[in-house]
């Protein structure tokens, strides 16, 4: 089983358009996060949520609003792409706040064009 | 100055040599160390963690020295499959992951 799923894989789509991509995780965990990998390789924390209250908000445009139903789900809902949006975004959770082992989703590739 | 700062790489070399990479980070109050390791196209996985007495893993050493702000790795005996990106990575309490930009290993045969 897949310790933590997010779907989808592949996201293609236009300027303007809204998406979301969506995380769950199967470990029992409290804390989950988005990160985003740009082009360059760097991975960048942009949310993180404990026990469904957001912790973490890394100075990351309002057009990105995550939300997290229950404390083994947090998606992520993107208004308006921009060509810059174009991203490998990663949900990851771990047991307590990033003083353990984080595990991470096999990562959407957004591309905005 | 950068959070988490490593060599970028490439380091390129042959099946069995020793390979160090380094990191060096910014924050003093950080107190959670580790390496991942990130294969192409692939998810961050855990490595190891960090300790300050210095850990081994088979055959992978890690060191941290917290008056430096530095942290090694050190892959000994280096098999094709350590081809990867290494990502240094410091945390303190309350707050996410800090990654480094990662150190690209290509091992060849």
């Known amino acids: 089983d897949t310790a933590v799923s997010q779907t989808p894989k592949y996201l293609v789509t236009q300027m303007g358009n809204d998406k979301s991509i969506k995380c769950e995780q199967n470990?029992?965990?409290?804390?989950m996060y988005w990160y985003k990998q740009d082009s360059k390789k760097f991975l960048k924390i942009m949310f993180s949520?404990?026990?469904?209250?957001?912790?973490i908000n890394e100075t990351v445009p309002n057009r990105f609003s995550p939300k997290s139903p229950d404390k083994a789900h947090l998606n992520l809902h993107i208004n308006s792409l921009e060509l810059g949006d174009s991203a490998v975004y990663f949900c990851?959770?771990?047991?307590?706040?990033?003083?353990?082992?984080?595990?991470f989703g096999q990562g959407t590739r957004l591309t905005v064009v | 100055r950068k959070e988490v700062e490593q060599d970028p790489g490439p380091f390129n070399v042959p099946e069995g040599a020793t390979v160090a990479f380094n990191c060096t980070y910014s924050?003093?109050?950080?107190?959670?160390f580790f390496w991942y390791r990130q294969d192409c196209r692939k998810e961050p996985k855990l490595l190891m963690s960090?300790?300050?007495s210095g850990n081994e893993d088979g055959r992978f050493t890690a060191q941290l020295n917290r008056a430096s702000q530095y942290i090694s790795l050190l892959i000994r005996d280096s098999k094709l499959s350590d081809s990867a990106t290494y990502l240094c990575?410091?945390?303190?309490?309350?707050?996410?992951?800090?990654f480094g930009k990662g150190t690209t290993l290509s091992v060849s045969s």
């Open positions: 470990l029992g965990h409290d804390t």
């Open positions: 990851a959770s771990s047991q307590v706040l990033m003083n353990t082992e984080a595990f």
């Open positions: 949520y404990n026990n469904k209250e957001l912790i």
């Open positions: 990575v410091v945390n303190k309490a309350g707050t996410a992951l800090i």
């Open positions: 924050n003093s109050a950080s107190q959670s």
């Open positions: 960090v300790y300050s």
